[in-house]
């Protein structure tokens, strides 16, 4: 008696299954608190407010889908902020650096 092998049926590949990353929605949501405290000076808020709204949209795969879109949402409040700030500071800097000129016009000068 010979013993021939059989081929095994072929396996059926498992399901493609998204990544659960409940860290971005949640570090989404703390760069977007950040934001709110940093928008004050746009050279921080704004590139904290671009992390927050990449890592809130990565999150949103999550299942922290929640903290993700409030992280978008407080996120984006925090680009706007920034970006009104930068926007206010370069029309109102002529004007300041007037006024600051005649301020140190008008100190004394000591020998």
């Known amino acids: 008696m ?12 498992p399901p493609p299954t998204t990544p659960n990353r409940p860290g971005l929605a949640i570090a989404s949501l703390v760069l977007g608190l950040i934001t709110l405290i940093a928008w004050c000076l746009p050279i921080c808020g ?3 407010a671009i992390a927050g709204i990449i890592t809130g949209i990565l999150g949103l795969s999550s299942t922290n889908r ?13 680009l706007i902020l920034s970006i009104v700030n930068s926007v206010v ?15 140190l016009r008008e100190l004394p000068v000591q020998p």
């Open 89 to 103: 500071g370069m029309l109102f800097a002529p004007q300041f650096s007037q006024m600051f000129e005649e301020i």
């Open 46 to 48: 704004a590139p904290l």
């Open 2 to 13: 010979t013993y021939e092998p059989t081929a095994s049926p072929p396996s059926a590949a």
């Open 66 to 78: 929640g903290m993700a879109i409030a992280g978008l949402i407080i996120a984006s409040l925090g």
